[in-house]
């Protein structure tokens, strides 16, 4: 007879503590496999997440190195919502030969009780109790439901909404990082973690404009919905945060006219802190106030997506949008002589940097 323990969760996303616990129960409870089992989102839970697809797929990027451990989407696949009685049963009567030990956390011991069938339950599979900090697993509980326990080291809490929201990136797999970034799933609740709403719409615009020209002009459309998404992640951080950033990532940044730090701060968070390492992304963001005298088509199409975003209505929107979709350095010079404009009429100073931009693509054509 197999040994099987069964794990179920939202696993949005996958994380570090949930294979260390899958380990555990391997080891320790001798089995013969861990499945696990993704459940389905709670319909009324308004956060934006992965999807179903999302969510197998980072399982699968990590699972694949585990010969015993297997993902089963038997609950997601289901048409109905699924009670785990439902489950059980289910499983029960497709693999008669296999004892079943079913994984929870301490938290839910203290609602075992509303669970559907749960009398029923408790005499068909082992209930499993793996350590959560603060949830106490009370003799009387834990012998009610005939629960065995089982203790995990360390017994470290990793909070999934912080890794949507971007605060902790160590505790997941680096493949599952890599796939969050290049699927910029979870990018809604990073730009909230760092924006007001106004200026996350506006990131999502420039994402989508940005994609909207790079498939026009044949560029990496993937590529320029995650620089425009992400262009203005740190644009409302504090000057002393991006001071303290900058001094510890680029120093000579600080010598740059303060409202262009946040371009080269979030190239700076996304390589460093979120671990992304694609550089035609990366410089990209860095560029997208300045410019720079020499750009790449997906350089020019972040910067430009940024001023023609779809919420944007200074007076030359129009003209510099339809320029945009004709041809992108005509659209960039027209963008600069607007420049250009506006700093004189302000009686600001035209400095070095922009000057040095304005002539080299004024011999452009
Ligand atoms: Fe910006
Ligand atoms: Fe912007």
Known sequence: MKRIGIFGGTFDPFHNQH????NTAYHKLSLDEVWILPTKQNPLKDSVSASDQQRVDMINLVIKNYSWIKLNDYELTSKQPTYTINTINYFIENYPNHKFFFIIGSDNLYTLNKWQGIEQLINLVKIIVVNRPHYRKTLELMSKYKCQNLVVRPSSDISSAKIRN????????????????????YSYERLKANLDNNRTEHCINVGKMAAKLAIHYNEDANKALIAGTYHDLCKQWSKNKMTKYLTKYNKEILQEPFPV????VAALYLKNHYQYHDDLVLHAIAKHTTGATEMKPLELIVLLADKISIERNHYYVEELRKLAFQDLTVAFKYYLEILKKH??????????KFLTIYEAWSNKN
């Open 19 to 22: 294979l260390n616990i899958a």
């Open 166 to 185: 971007g605060e902790i990136i160590n505790q997941i797999d680096i493949k599952i990082n890599d796939y969050i970034n290049n699927n910029l799933i």
């Open 261 to 264: 730090w946040h371009g080269y």
């Open 343 to 352: 700093l004189l009429e302000q009686k600001k100073p035209l400095n070095n």
